[in-house]
């Protein structure tokens, strides 16, 4: 069985929904919250302002972390596809992809 592509949690401090995707880009996991207005269903979802993420680099090789000037993760998630817009750096920037499944251990 596929895992989910998004879930979707209420949040128990104000009883909102947060929902959870994957970003393939960064590897990580990103949250909309009520921020945003989520249209469509679960399995190709819409929201109506882009997901901006600014975080800090960190350097594999010789493990580095909070290294200034943060990756950036700039989106717009509709009908279940990211759109990964140009000031992106990391290496889906300026592409469209599928959303993809939650890794084991994130799909709850
Ligand atoms: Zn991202």
């Known amino acids: ?3 989910p592509v998004m879930t979707k949690h209420i949040d128990d401090a104000d009883e909102t929904p947060r929902y959870h995707w994957w ?3 960064c590897d990580a996991l990103h949250v909309f919250d009520k921020r945003w207005m989520m249209t469509g269903t679960l399995e190709a979802p819409t929201f109506d302002g882009s997901y901006l993420s ?3 680099r960190w350097n ?3 493990g580095e972390h909070d290294i200034p ?3 950036i993760c700039h989106s717009y998630v509709r009908v279940g596809r990211i759109e990964y817009l140009g000031d992106c750096t990391h290496e889906l920037v300026g592409q469209t992809v599928d959303m993809v ?3 084991a251990g994130w799909a709850d």
């Open 1 to 3: 069985m596929t895992n």
């Open 23 to 25: 970003c393939p880009g």
């Open 54 to 56: 600014r975080h800090n």
């Open 60 to 62: 594999p090789e010789t």
């Open 69 to 71: 000037l943060g990756n």
């Open 101 to 103: 499944p939650l890794p």
